[in-house]
């Protein structure tokens, strides 16, 4: 199956004016599947910036190749099948529309299409009664914004958003959120760098976690955040004293065992007179793991 | 090719304000033509002309040395690269933006020299010299842009003012042909070398050259350019 990106053994070193070299991605592997959003997660400094650069050219990797769309990173006819909105992203200063149709001609749009489709994100982003207003006289928030709208504006295949919703207030997230989940449903790829852990929770198929050049964990949301080593068991009948750390409310008991130890846990509740009511595993929020994740040294390296 | 003027189109936009203060020195010119007293001074009002020609050049080395930096600087070029636009096609945008800005310039400078220096003796081939001077202006900011795509603004200007002094500096110790080098100086000199009372002829030979040379330094600076990482800090 052909993905939407993929990163084949890529490393990349930045050379300092002394000669020092310093690895910002190294041998990473990732391959993102046609139609999903793919969380990428990282500390700052991990490397997930640079990971998203080299995929859309900005800069050559020091070893390993990648392929974006079916062609090569930096093949300049395939980006105008991407929408890409950067970190802080830094537009030109004239009025928003002009601004929008300005990028979506630099993709080859033109005439009726483009000046249709630029009025149709500004108003998607809610600034349609601002689109004559100069981009420099705009908040950091309304600059997203029309970062976003000119990413959208060539209606992309494969959407590559670095923060795209750090200077956004909750109202216009939850509007993005909706968008990547429109786009999902229509078939195209997004791949997401946040920060916003809670946010990509919500939205993301699958997630990376990048930790100084390298990836540390990889999968579906869902079994990522049931991936914990621990057992909540609800039970009836036994006293919460009987169960280290249980808490006591309307007269069931709740308290998480190690999985290796659920059977005997189980057996002692049984064996106190009580009733089980219910056995699941741990749900760990993504915030969990990523700190997890990232404050341990443990780390490998894979593809899924 | 609608990516590239678009470039283009954009460059001169954002260096309106450098375009402006280079077009107040025509507007000054114009004003010298206004008064009479001052326009008889036909030495003066030549000179006058010739310094304009100078200043373009100067202004289009500054164009195309900054050009690049601000761009990677503001972290503007980030969006510009992220569409459908090559390495190659940006450059050639940012080189007919200088080319416009020149042209703006070089015509204006000639329209109102055509009228300033009617009263003295119109020369008949103003519109030669402003060939010459778009041409130098052309070649020098090729040079600053090849430049530009390794050096900060600094010292693409310093390596521009050396590659296209030396053999400025060669022609004048060692005879004319060191010029054809790299013509830029030549071209220049020959609205320097302008009189009324002697009569030159039209450089072509050193126009094409220029012109070849220009495209020349064009492709090279596309070649390195598309070699460079754009999205690490400039400085």
Known sequence: MPFALEFENISKEYRRFTGARIAALESFSLQVHKGEIFGFLGPNGAGKTTAIHLAMGFMRATSGKGRML?????????????????????????????????????????????????????????????????????????????????????????????????????????????????????????????????????????????????????????????????????????????????????????????????????????????????????????????????RTSGERNGSA | MRAVGLIAINFVREQRWPILVLMIWVVLLAILGLV??????????????????????????????????????TRRILAVLSKGVSRSQYISGLLIGIMIAVAIFSISMGVTGTWVLAGPGKPAHIWDLIACLMLACVLSASVAVLFSTILNPLFATLATAITLGVPAVATLQFGSHWGRAIPAYSLLDQLLQFSFERRSTTPLGLMVLAFIEAILLWLAASWIFSRRDVAVSVD
């Open chain 1, 70 to 294: 079916d062609k090569p990173f930096g093949h300049a006819p395939t980006r105008r099948r991407v929408g890409f909105l950067a970190e802080n992203v830094a537009l030109y200063a004239r009025p928003a529309e002009q601004l929008v149709r300005f990028y979506g001609g630099l993709n080859g749009m033109s005439g009726s299409l483009l000046k249709k489709r630029a009025g149709e994100m500004l108003e998607w982003v809610g600034l349609s009664q601002e689109a004559r207003r100069s981009v420099g006289r705009f908040s950091r928030g309304m600059v997203q914004r029309v970062g976003l709208a000119q990413a959208l504006v060539n209606d992309p295949d494969l959407l590559i958003l670095d923060e795209p919703t750090s200077a956004l207030d909750p109202l216009a997230r939850v509007h993005v959120r909706e968008l990547l989940l429109r786009m999902r449903e229509s078939g195209k790829t997004v791949f997401l760098s946040s920060h916003l852990l809670s946010e990509v929770e919500l939205v993301c198929d699958r997630v990376a976690i990048l930790k100084k050049g390298r990836l540390v964990a990889l999968g579906k949301t869902s079994e990522l955040l049931q991936s914990g080593d621990k057992s909540i068991i609800v039970a009836r009948g036994v006293p919460a004293t009987a169960f280290p750390d249980a808490t006591l409310e309307n007269g069931v008991v709740r308290f998480a065992v190690p999985t290796v130890s659920q059977r005997s846990a189980l057996e002692q509740v049984w064996s106190l007179g009580g009733q089980v009511i219910s056995v699941n595993p741990e749900h760990r929020s993504l915030e969990e793991i990523f700190l997890q994740l990232t």
């Open chain 2, 36 to 73: 009479g007293s001052v326009r008889n001074d036909v030495g003066f009002m030549l000179f006058t002309f010739k310094q304009l020609g100078v200043y373009g050049v100067a202004f289009a080395i500054f164009f195309g040395a900054s050009a690049i930096h601000n761009e990677r600087k």
